[in-house]
C-alpha cells in the first residue's frame, strides 16, 4: 500500500481539493501506474457541473499519462529487446492511459469497434467492492473516473487501459492523448477518414477541435476554423487553418458557402450541429464530435439531409482502437507531424483543478495539464 493524493468528486458543487488516499498494489491483471501528466477536459467540467450523471466519490481525470511501477499477477511483460508500443508492458514504460479499457471478447470489441465496449475491463468507475484498490485514510473505498482517475499521484489500473509508447513522447503529450488529442485526431483520420486535397471544417476551437485541426493538415487537407473567439481563430490560423470564421458571422459564412467534404463539430452545442449541415458539401460527412449535456437534441432539415445525401456521424473517442491507434498518434508526435504540444497553454499543481475548470468555463485557451508529482 503506498499513500497517495488525488482529487475526489463528492457531487455537482462540492470543493475539488487533493485529499489523502491510499492505494493497493495491483491485483491480477493490473497495473500501478504513477501519474506524470493529466489534462483538463471538457468531460470533468460536465461531471463537476452535473451536466452528467456521476457517482460521487470517484477521483476525477481521465486524460493522463503515467509511469509503470509494478505489474499485477498474470500481466505478460514484454520481451526487454522488443519497444514500447509493440504490446505488453514493462516496468518503467511511458503508458498513455486510455479512459476505456475494452474486454475483447463481446461483440462490438470482435466487430473492432472496441469504443462501443458494453462489457469493460474493470467496470466504469472501479466502485465495484472487487476492484477498489484506493481507499481513504479512514479505510473508506473510494472509485476512479472512467477507469483512470488521473488526478491523483497514482493509479492501479487495469492493464488493456495502460498503453505504452515512445518514451521519447513528452509527457504532458501522452497525457493530451488519452483522450482530447485522441478523440480530435481519430475523428479525422478513423471516423470521417480525411484524405489529401478535401476541404475541412472544423467548429470548435478548443483541445479537441485543434487536434483534429493538427490532423486534417497531416492529412494533407485543407481546413477552415470555426469559433466565435477571435484569440481562438488567431490560433488556428497560427497552426495552419487557410481560413477562421466567427460563426456570427453572416455574411463570411454566405461567401464560404457549401464547399465543404468534411465538417466536425467540437463543442457539443445543438447550434453547431444544425450550422455544420448548413456547411457541408452534397454527400459529404458531418461528425459530431462534441459531447453534449444528457438530452439536448438538434434539428435537422430532413428534405435536403436526403435529397443532399448528407451522412451524420458520431465520433465516440475518434473510433480507437487503443494498443493500435495511441502508439501511432504518439510517433507522430515525436517525428513532428502532429505537433500536439502547442495546444498546452500551461502546467499546474494537482491543486489549481478548479482555476483550470473556471478558466474552460470562460472559454479561455486550449489545454491545461496538472502535475499531480509537482
Ligand atoms: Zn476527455
Ligand atoms: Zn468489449
Not at 168 to 187: E, K, N, S, Y
Not at 214 to 219: F, K, N, R, S, T
Request: charged content about 20%; overall charge negative.
Amino acid at each position: 500500500m503506498t499513500d497517495e493524493q488525488g482529487i475526489v468528486f463528492r457531487g455537482p458543487g462540492a470543493p475539488l481539493v487533493p485529499e489523502p488516499l491510499r492505494l493497493d498494489p495491483p491485483g491480477p491483471g493490473e497495473v500501478r501506474v504513477r501519474i506524470v501528466a493529466s489534462g483538463v477536459c471538457r468531460s470533468d467540467l460536465h461531471v463537476v457541473d452535473g451536466d452528467w450523471e456521476r457517482p460521487a466519490g470517484v477521483v476525477l481525470g481521465h486524460e493522463g499519462a503515467g509511469i509503470v511501477e509494478a505489474l499485477g499477477p498474470g500481466v505478460p511483460e514484454r520481451p526487454a529487446d522488443r519497444p514500447a508500443g509493440s504490446g505488453g508492458l514493462r516496468t518503467g514504460d511511458l503508458v498513455v492511459l486510455a479512459w476505456t479499457a475494452p474486454c475483447a471478447t463481446c461483440p462490438a470489441c470482435r466487430r473492432l469497434e472496441p469504443w462501443l465496449c458494453a462489457t469493460p475491463r474493470g467496470g466504469t468507475h472501479r466502485t465495484e467492492p472487487e476492484l477498489v484498490r484506493l481507499r481513504r485514510p479512514d479505510g473508506s473505498p473510494v472509485g476512479v473516473y472512467s477507469g483512470v482517475g488521473t488526478h491523483a499521484t497514482a493509479q492501479v489500473v487495469d492493464a488493456a487501459a495502460a498503453i505504452a509508447v515512445d518514451p521519447r513522447t513528452p509527457h504532458d503529450v501522452a497525457a493530451l492523448i488519452g483522450c482530447a488529442a485522441t478523440t480530435g485526431v481519430g475523428a479525422v483520420r478513423w471516423t470521417a477518414g480525411v484524405r489529401a486535397g478535401e476541404r475541412v471544417a472544423i467548429l470548435g476551437m478548443g483541445g479537441v477541435g485543434l487536434s483534429a485541426l493538427l490532423a486534417a493538415i497531416a492529412a494533407g487537407a485543407e481546413v477552415t476554423a470555426v469559433d466565435p473567439v477571435p484569440e481562438k481563430r488567431a490560433r488556428a490560423r497560427a497552426l495552419g487553418a487557410v481560413d477562421a470564421v466567427d460563426p456570427g458571422d453572416d455574411a463570411h459564412l454566405a461567401r464560404l458557402g457549401r464547399p465543404f467534404d468534411h465538417v466536425l463539430e467540437c463543442i457539443g452545442l445543438a447550434s453547431a450541429v444544425e450550422g455544420a449541415l448548413r456547411l457541408v458539401r452534397p454527400g459529404g460527412t458531418v461528425t459530431v464530435v462534441g459531447m453534449p449535456p444528457q438530452g439536448v437534441t438538434a434539428a435537422v432539415e430532413l428534405y435536403s439531409f436526403v435529397v443532399d445525401g448528407i451522412r451524420l456521424l458520431g465520433s465516440n473517442y475518434g473510433s480507437l482502437v487503443p494498443e493500435r491507434d495511441l502508439p501511432e498518434i504518439a510517433a507522430d508526435v515525436v517525428t513532428g507531424r502532429l505537433p500536439l504540444g502547442r495546444l498546452i497553454d500551461a502546467h499546474l499543481p494537482l491543486a489549481a483543478l478548479p482555476d483550470a475548470l473556471a478558466a474552460m468555463r470562460r472559454g479561455e485557451g486550449a489545454r491545461r495539464i496538472l502535475l499531480p508529482g509537482g
